[in-house]
């Protein structure tokens, strides 16, 4: 772990490239869990960020890759006052329903609530193109004192 550029000394950042599998979603869960040792943060969060780090994930490796060829890049931050968590990929880029949409809907389709999950559990969130194509979700976590 090395400090981001600009950061100050004391951020921690992780990058971590998988396979766009489901299989290895667990390697991202797993490397989450050991940053948020290092603030010690209450198990109850640590779910809850897990969780919106598998919906993310799974937005990628769903959407991303048709064939299952290409790759998930997660990058996590981990500063004195909050986590930040970009996953982001190289596939064909995704826009979710906007919250009008959503509402008017009368079934929610299979998977469709990954982002609102995502939005729900975190504290800032959002959703765009990559460099050079393909899509970044970017969460962000408040943690505590």
């Known amino acids: ?34 940053l948020a040792r290092l603030h010690d943060l209450p198990e109850e969060m640590l ?28 990058v996590y931050e981990l500063h004195p006052d909050r986590l930040v968590v970009e996953v982001s990929d190289e596939g064909p880029g995704f826009t979710p329903p906007d919250a009008a949409a959503a509402e008017e809907q009368d079934e929610l389709s ?12 975190t504290d800032d ?5 990559a460099d050079g194509g393909g899509s970044r979700l970017r969460f962000v976590k408040l943690l505590p004192a």
Do not use: Q
């Open 1 to 34: 772990m090395t400090p981001s550029a600009g950061a100050a000394a004391d951020t921690r950042a992780v990058r971590l490239t998988i396979p766009a599998k489901a299989e290895y979603i667990t390697l991202g869960r797993l490397a989450l869990t050991a």
């Open 47 to 74: 779910g809850d960020l897990k969780l919106a780090l598998t919906e993310a994930c799974t937005n990628s490796v769903r959407r991303a890759y048709g064939d299952g060829e290409g790759a998930v890049e997660i």
């Open 110 to 121: 299979e998977g469709g609530l990954g982002i609102a999950i995502i939005r729900a559990l």
């Open 125 to 129: 969130f959002s959703l765009a193109g």
